[in-house]
């Protein structure tokens, strides 16, 4: 990024005071990470980031935003006086969006949006010169945040859009203004906030708000509540699954860390486990035909794509046993479809599970985890549940089960370490808030 003081303010319609000529060449508000010439974006959280100006100017700000009284701004570096500071800092980020003119993939979704991602940008970067959103930045903050950092030859840029209640995938999407979005499913996650499926299912369709005209519209074409919502779309619309669609996988072999499929006559791999995972790689494969990609191509950036950590990742226990770690979130969905895969895997030993809560799922939390039966059975040697709400799978379990209250976090540990074997493998799958990263740590 290369943008002077007087560039920003023009973009936001007001005048500098101070040095306009100044270059900014990155955007923080986090006043630890500021370096040299950069913006800083004093938001309002826990404190107010005014209070770290100081901090901002020591480690290198040449500018910074400022919605306080002009008496209380710093005077030794150009400030930029607004009304709302996070409005501003999303105005930049337009403007910025604008400059540089990238394509644009959107993707949303209540499961498999980073996987999607990893897999778009791995094989989208074959032909353009790409950049996505890092981690999990997928918010009104965390996407202009994205945009902000992209370089400025960005070709195609990827962005993942979050959301946990109707209206923020609108706003996103009309901020971004996509080329082409994908939604990945329609799950249970904030289904707390939306009331039921369907009312996720119309929000996750916000994306199509801000999506260009003539644009791609890539969603599941095995869920019945996103029919209705397509009717009078302008929009070209593509439909994915392993059963149905206009882009149609089948899986040929499934294995502990790479999966083959077909589609179209054309053998693809990927280095992960799952028929879900595949399904995000038909949404990669989509957007890879919509920007022009060969077959070719798109089988070499399914081929290296990497996963952003914590999403489906094989790990090695101390003693030797498999580790498969799915912690970063959890909804029943995702659960399920992650159980039937580990289930399904021809291992040398054991599978054992540690499950715990799925979070934000409303007044009927307690029938979805005791859905997860559904997916056990016989299959798995032990399973561990961790949380409140796990209790309710417990009551309805057979075999062997060890239950653990959100307070026994040690003694889940203990357990796992005492029955885990060097030839077993071992599942951990649960919401973010329940900490089971610090369980895989832990063995």
């Known amino acids: 990024m290369k943008l002077t003081v007087k560039e920003l303010a023009d973009a936001l319609q007001i005048s500098v005071v101070g040095n306009q000529e100044a270059l900014v060449t990155s955007v923080e508000f986090d006043s630890r990470l500021i370096q040299a010439d950069s ?39 150009a400030v930029l006086p607004v009304a709302d500071v996070t409005h501003a800092f999303q105005q930049i980020a337009v403007y910025y969006q604008q400059k ?66 109707a209206g923020e995938i609108s706003f996103l999407s009309k901020l971004a203004k996509p080329d082409a979005a ?3 499913l329609i799950g249970e996650a904030h289904i707390e906030h939306l009331g039921s499926r369907a009312g996720i299912a119309a929000a996750k369709m916000e994306i199509v708000d801000g999506l260009k005209k003539d644009g791609l519209l890539i969603v599941p074409g095995d869920e019945p509540l996103l029919t209705p919502l397509l009717t009078e779309l302008s929009q ?29 006559g054309k053998k693809y791999q990927i280095p992960v486990l799952g028929g879900y995972n595949v399904k995000n790689a038909l949404i990669a494969y989509g957007f890879g035909r919509y920007f022009g ?31 498969l770690s799915d912690v ?9 479809l992650v159980l039937d895969s580990f289930g399904q895997l021809a291992l040398p030993g054991r599978r ?57 976090k040690a003694e889940l540990i203990a357990q796992i370490k005492a029955d885990l074997l060097p030839t077993d493998s071992i599942l ?11 369980v895989v740590a832990s063995l």
Do not use: C
């Open 39 to 77: 913006l800083f974006v004093p938001l309002a959280g826990a404190r107010d980031g005014h209070e770290f100006i100081e901090q901002a100017i020591a480690n290198g700000a040449v500018a910074t935003l400022w919605s306080k009284e002009l008496a209380t701004a710093p005077s030794e570096i």
């Open 328 to 336: 970063y979130n959890a909804n029943p969905t995702a659960m399920g």
């Open 352 to 408: 054992l599970a540690v499950l715990a809560d799925m979070l934000e799922l409303g007044p009927d939390s307690k029938d979805m985890h005791r859905q997860m039966a559904n997916h056990i059975g016989e299959k798995y040697a032990i399973v561990y549940l961790y949380g409140e709400e796990m209790a309710a799978l417990r009551d309805v379990l057979a075999g062997t089960v060890h239950y653990f209250a959100p307070t026994q």
């Open 236 to 264: 070209q619309v593509a439909t994915f699954g392993l059963h149905e669609g206009t882009i149609r996988g089948e899986i040929l072999s499934e294995m502990k860390e790479q999966t083959t499929f077909m589609v179209d």
């Open 182 to 184: 994908a939604i990945t």
């Open 293 to 323: 990609l060969t077959s070719e191509q798109i089988a070499k950036g399914l081929a290296e794509f990497q996963l952003t950590k914590n999403r489906t990742e094989w790990v090695k226990a101390s003693n030797g046993a498999d580790i």
């Open 100 to 165: 540089v003119a990238p394509k644009i993939a959107a993707i949303t979704g209540s499961n498999g949006k980073t996987t999607t991602k990893d897999m778009t940008e791995s094989v989208l970067a074959q032909k353009f010169r790409t950049y996505k959103t890092q981690g999990n930045y997928n918010n009104d903050l965390g996407m202009p945040y994205t945009i902000l950092h992209m370089p400025e030859d960005t070709e195609l840029l990827i962005l993942e859009m979050g959301m946990d209640h």
């Open 428 to 438: 951990l799958k649960g919401s973010n808030g329940m900490g089971l990263a610090e």
